[in-house]
């Protein structure tokens, strides 16, 4: 027969185990969330400086990315454009060809040149010396002319498509970029939103009063004996290029904007230049390479200023140990110490 006893409980020492398992458990969740208490102010500002600066360096990359974007467009269009001029005279030296082959067919028959414009191999039948003989002199310019614009027309159709290929690719990389840069804007804004409100307007305040400091050194004699920079006498067009850039002070940073009313760092520096009559490449690595490379104590006004490894970020030395430049998105065009970034070296531009 089946046993009908009912299973026994758990035993007491089991209970308590269990118990004590799950209050552990609760013990050490508790004591987790005690353990990650909201960031403090200055916390959040390295965290969001962080964000700013690798969406910066997307940013300098978007550039590149988008002047390459230029260059192939236009690159195409004048494919295009000499493809259909080159097609046009094409179809002109085939429609007299075929007109003289018309005119030789209805009287009886076609010259040998005529046959060379018929061949489906016109090089093979070109070769035969037999046949040159017979071929005159126009005749035979005229379709060895036909022959060189067909391959013309074929390689620039095939550079065409491929240039139209690496666009398509562009284009892919740059949507990508883009949605990269805002995802770390977004996420940089979303650390501030967690500060009270009281927060948010002393760090407002602490940043004010960084930039305000550094505007005054800025116009700061530079005589002073307290200075801890000497300058030494830049160029023309470096001193031109400087007083451009401080009528921008106080325009918004914009990440891929080039001015008049918004910049970003590589934008706000090649309009300045080009203020002063100097193009400069559009990206910051680029416009390391457009001058003479100076150090930290070699620095005259105007000169341009490169931090990070990567060279993704770049400003113009106003004097007195400080730099005008468009700092990251949720900044403006301000003055900083030159040294309130990884220094890497200046450039001294014409």
């Known amino acids: 027969m089946a046993s009908h006893r009912r299973p026994k409980s758990p035993s007491r020492a089991r209970v308590t185990f269990f118990g004590a398992t799950a209050a552990a458990t609760v013990a050490i969740t508790s004591q987790t969330a005690q353990a990650e208490p909201d960031p403090t102010v200055d916390e959040v500002r390295e965290q969001v400086d962080d964000l700013r600066h690798e969406a910066e360096v997307i940013t300098e990359e978007y550039n590149g990315a988008k002047e390459r974007a230029e260059e192939l467009q236009a690159e195409v269009d004048d494919l295009q454009d000499s493809t ?22 209805r009287n009886g028959g076609i010259d040998p040149s005529l046959h060379l414009f018929l061949s489906a191999d016109p090089d093979a039948y070109l070769d035969q010396a037999s046949t040159l003989d017979q071929v005159s002199g126009k005749q035979a310019e005229t379709l060895r002319l036909i022959e060189d614009r067909q391959r013309n027309l074929d390689q620039q159709r095939q550079e065409a498509t491929d240039r139209l290929a690496e666009l398509e690719e562009l284009r892919g990389r740059l949507s990508d970029q883009k949605e990269t840069i805002q995802d770390k804007l977004n996420e ?35 005589s002073d004996e307290r200075a801890d920079f000497v300058d030494v006498p830049g160029s023309s067009r470096g001193s031109a290029a400087l007083s451009a850039a401080a009528t921008k002070l106080g325009s918004p940073y914009v990440w891929g904007a080039t001015g008049p009313s918004s910049f970003d760092c590589s934008g706000l520096t090649s309009w300045a230049y080009a203020q002063a009559g100097v193009s400069l490449p559009r990206t910051s690595q680029s416009q390391a390479g457009a001058g003479t490379r100076v150090g930290l104590d070699q620095l005259a006004p105007g000169d341009l200023v490169f931090y990070y490894s990567g060279l993704s970020h770049v400003g113009m030395y106003a004097g007195n140990g400080q730099i005008i430049h468009a700092p990251s998105s949720g900044s403006v065009v301000r003055y900083d110490s030159v040294t309130s970034m990884p220094f890497q070296f200046g450039v001294r531009v014409g």
């Not at 259909?84 to 075929?98: F, M």
């Not at 804004?189 to 005054?216: G, H, K, V």
């Open 84 to 105: 259909a001029r080159g097609q046009e005279e094409l179809n002109e030296l085939r429609s007299g060809v075929g007109s003289v082959a018309s005119a030789q067919y």
């Open 188 to 222: 940089a804004q979303s650390l501030l939103n967690q500060l009270t409100e009281e927060e948010q307007a002393r760090l407002a305040a602490q940043e004010q009063a960084e930039a305000d400091r550094a505007a005054e050194a800025a116009r700061a004699d530079r």
